[in-house]
């Protein structure tokens, strides 16, 4: 039989208001009162229910995250960086896998709302704006964006990694290669780094007065690999074949890695490939990933902490927090020089 407050407060005698009291605000009861009530709560092994303790406190200690997909190890792991940051907090971790799905964000939204989150990460695909109209009264809830470069004027705070450096040494790294033809696998448009991203290889591209050809831009779908293979085919078929490959994440890259095997090519020796993110499988595929770190485990921890920094500090400046990126050289990319 679950104990509730009611028990608690029946044996003490004393309201089921005053016991939450003891519980959340210990300064406001009698010092004896507060250790009769503790006494009964260990006695009993309560446990309080944080809905109906954020009905009288406003607060449940729990943080909503919404990812697009946990299947892809990037929001794997920001969710572990998420969790862990939480947990040393006094925080729980309430995860929202929307499979991509901007219409089933706004539910999630709804759903973290009515259960009183104490705040929101917003990994996903809604943006500002995306946001205020969902929470309407609600709009002064702490919502933190990952990889979004959010306004500070819109007063959200934001954390994001270098996408832009990334696309560079990307770019950089099939040039030192010796790639003359260069393709790109992308994401979906809308997403905010797919455009830092694929922008900053393309402007790297013109410094050195190389142009990417149209048909050398295949969009994939950043959580599937075979999304990768189709894609890494596509670009194979052309008469033309490229020579360097940048896949925008690692996810694309291990299915453009399995085509370009299947099509009987050689990696680095014909094609070199670069991805994005280094997850942990990167360094096991045949070649190793040359790919872009992301530290998506330290870009969870970062969001958490400043989610639970505007909870406790409402009023304060909002931040942009812009996270390093760096090259980590494998097998798949090698330079002239080695």
Do not use: W
């Not at 229910?49 to 009288?56: D, W």
């Not at 499979?99 to 009183?116: A, N, R």
């Not at 599937?224 to 189709?230: A, H």
């Not at 994005?276 to 998506?296: E, G, H, K, R």
């Amino acid at each position: 039989m679950s104990i509730k407050i009611s028990d608690v407060a029946k044996i003490a005698g004393v309201s089921p208001s005053t016991v939450s009291r003891a519980l959340t605000k210990p300064d406001l009861v009698k010092a004896q009162t507060r250790k009769r009530v503790l006494e009964i709560v260990k006695e009993l092994s309560y446990t309080p229910n944080p809905f109906a303790q954020g009905l009288t406190t406003g607060k449940t200690n729990m943080i909503g995250l919404i990812t697009p997909n946990l299947n892809n190890t990037f929001f794997a792991q920001l969710a572990e960086g998420c969790e862990e940051t939480m947990r040393k907090n006094g925080y729980h971790l309430v995860i929202g896998n929307s499979l991509g799905d901007s219409h089933l964000e706004y539910e999630l939204i709804k759903t973290f709302v009515k259960k009183m989150v104490d705040g929101i990460i917003m990994a996903g695909s809604l943006n500002v704006k995306d946001i205020v109209n969902v929470l309407g009264p609600q709009r002064d809830l702490p919502v933190t964006f990952v990889n979004y470069n959010v306004d500070l004027d819109s007063g959200y705070d934001s954390v994001l990694v270098d996408d832009t450096l990334g696309g560079r040494l990307a770019c950089q790294a099939l040039l030192e290669a010796g790639a003359k033809k260069m393709a790109v696998i992308t994401g979906p448009p809308r997403n905010p780094y797919t455009k830092r991203r694929y922008g900053a290889f393309v402007k790297e591209l013109e410094n050195y007065h190389i142009q990417l050809e149209p048909d050398c831009i295949v969009q994939g779908d950043y959580g599937s690999i075979y999304s990768g293979y189709e894609a890494m085919s596509k670009l194979l078929a052309l008469k033309e074949k490229p020579d360097g490959v940048f896949t925008l994440n690692d996810t694309l890259a291990i299915g453009a890695i399995k085509s370009i095997h299947n099509h009987g090519l050689k990696i680095p020796g014909e094609i070199s490939v670069v991805g994005f993110d280094d997850i942990p499988i990167s360094s096991y595929l045949v070649p190793s990933l040359t790919t872009i770190s992301s530290q998506s485990y330290e870009l969870g921890k970062e969001a958490a902490a400043t989610t639970i920094t505007r909870i406790k500090n409402p009023y304060k400046p909002p931040e942009q927090i812009i996270l390093p990126v760096k090259m980590v050289k494998r097998e798949s990319c090698k330079s002239n020089s080695n």
